[in-house]
Every structure is written in structure tokens, then in C-alpha cells.
């Protein structure tokens, strides 16, 4: 591990609320000095967290370059008590502006989408009955994708909240949500339509709201209608 490696990685902890981190070595047989001991690492939740806690833990953040451009954090909405938690990619201009998610033309359409599938479906949910987050939580410059590392500085908030929530399933929209909770490299076309898991979570993959907005996008959108319907039966039933 490289001095900036482990400068991150106690930042990473001291984020989240860590004080110490200590290096074990059985006591019988100390670790050469010049060969590195695996640490014992804490665990990346603190215990008792809360909503609240990870935003006060936020702050003000200049922990990215993300911090230079925006207006507002937009941390998340919606029922604390949500059983399904959609995540997105980051804030647009709309939510940099007022400070919540999917308050765009992206978020009319998942607004429509969630509510008009749920009244077809007769599964008596709302927006404001789900909760909404985002990959990173200040917007993007001309919304172009956030990068590996703002993904991953941001990431151990994202991580905090789903821990928080713990909801029967999540809803990644779009493949940056799928690569920052699956770990994986593949697109939405590839992932969608089957399950997958976060930590034990049920989680589906399905398209970006704003994708769907294309007027080309056709296929896709029955295909999202049906993502849709499958979680929140899956869910609510
Ligand atoms: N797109 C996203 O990914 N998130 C938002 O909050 C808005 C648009």
C-alpha cells in the first residue's frame, strides 16, 4: 500500500466516524519489521448510524473536485423507512438547484413510472413511500458520468445510507448505480431483467430514467416498465 493509498484509506475511516485503527500482531510472534501485517479493519458502518449522521458526516464536502461546481449536496428522499430504495447516477442541474433527486424531466418520468405502475398493478404506493438516492451527491460538470474516484470517495456514503435503510430491494437506474453496487463492468442491457444482490439485498438493474426520455428508446422503455413491475411486486406483494 502506497503512503497516498493508506492516507485515503484513513480518511476513508475517519469519514465514517472511525477514531483508531489498530495493527494486530499476535504477540507470540511479532511481524518482521520491513513485511506489512494485514490490518484489522473496523467495520465500514459505524454502529447506531442514522440518515441524519451520514449527512452531518458530509458536511460541507470538498473530499472530491465535485465540490467546485455545485450548488447543493443532494443527499437523498424520501420514507426512512423505505422496503425499496432506487439509486441513481448523480445530481443533474434540476437537483443541483433545489437539492433533492429526480426532480428533473429524469425524475418527472421515474416519478410517473413508479406511481402509474404501482396504481396499474394495484400496489397502493407513492413516490414519497420510496426512497431516492444517488451514487455521488453533488452534480457532475455538464453531467458527464463521475469518475472512478468520486464514485468511490462518494461511494462510502451511498454505502452508509443502504446500510441505514436496509430495504427488501433496490432499484439501480442506469449502469453507473450497477457498477458502484455490483462491482461489475457490464451494462444495463446485460444485467437487467434478473436478480442480483447487494450485501444480501435483492437488486435489480434496470434502465436510466433519462435514457428513457430518448424518443428512440422504445424497447427499452417496455423493457423498464417491466424491471419495474417485477420489483415492486417483488416487494409490496
Ligand atoms: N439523474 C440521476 O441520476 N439522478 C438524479 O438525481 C437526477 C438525474
Known amino acids: ?3 497516498e493509498q493508506l492516507r485515503q484509506y484513513l480518511t476513508f475511516y475517519q469519514d465514517l466516524g472511525v477514531k483508531n485503527i489498530y495493527r494486530r500482531t499476535p504477540a507470540s510472534k511479532p511481524a518482521p519489521a520491513e513485511t506489512s501485517a494485514p490490518m484489522e479493519l473496523p467495520a465500514l458502518s459505524p454502529s447506531g448510524d442514522t440518515l441524519l449522521r451520514i449527512r452531518e458526516d458530509i458536511g460541507d464536502c ?3 473536485g465535485l465540490c467546485q461546481q455545485r450548488n447543493k449536496i443532494v443527499f ?5 423507512q423505505a422496503r425499496l430504495v432506487f439509486v441513481g447516477e448523480g445530481p443533474g442541474a434540476d437537483e443541483d438547484a433545489q437539492g433533492f433527486p429526480f426532480v428533473g424531466r429524469a425524475g418527472q418520468l421515474l416519478t410517473q413510472m413508479i406511481e402509474n405502475t404501482a396504481a396499474k398493478e394495484g400496489i397502493p404506493i407513492q413516490r414519497p413511500d420510496v426512497y431516492i438516492c444517488n451514487v455521488v451527491k453533488c452534480r ?4 458527464r458520468a463521475p469518475s472512478p474516484e468520486e464514485m468511490e470517495i462518494c461511494g462510502q456514503f451511498l454505502y452508509r445510507q443502504l446500510m441505514v435503510l436496509q430495504p427488501t430491494a433496490i432499484c439501480a437506474l442506469g449502469s453507473t448505480a450497477a457498477k458502484a453496487l455490483l462491482a461489475t463492468k457490464d451494462g444495463v442491457t446485460r444485467l437487467r431483467g434478473k436478480w442480483h444482490a447487494w450485501r444480501d439485498i435483492p437488486l435489480l438493474v434496470t434502465f436510466h430514467p433519462s435514457y428513457l426520455l430518448r424518443p428512440y428508446n422504445q424497447d427499452a422503455k417496455r423493457e423498464a416498465w417491466e424491471d419495474l413491475k417485477k420489483v415492486l411486486h417483488f416487494v409490496y406483494d
Open 1 to 3: 500500500m502506497t503512503p
Open 140 to 143: 457532475p460538470p455538464e453531467n
Open 76 to 80: 437523498g428522499s424520501g420514507n426512512q
Open 62 to 64: 470538498r473530499r472530491c
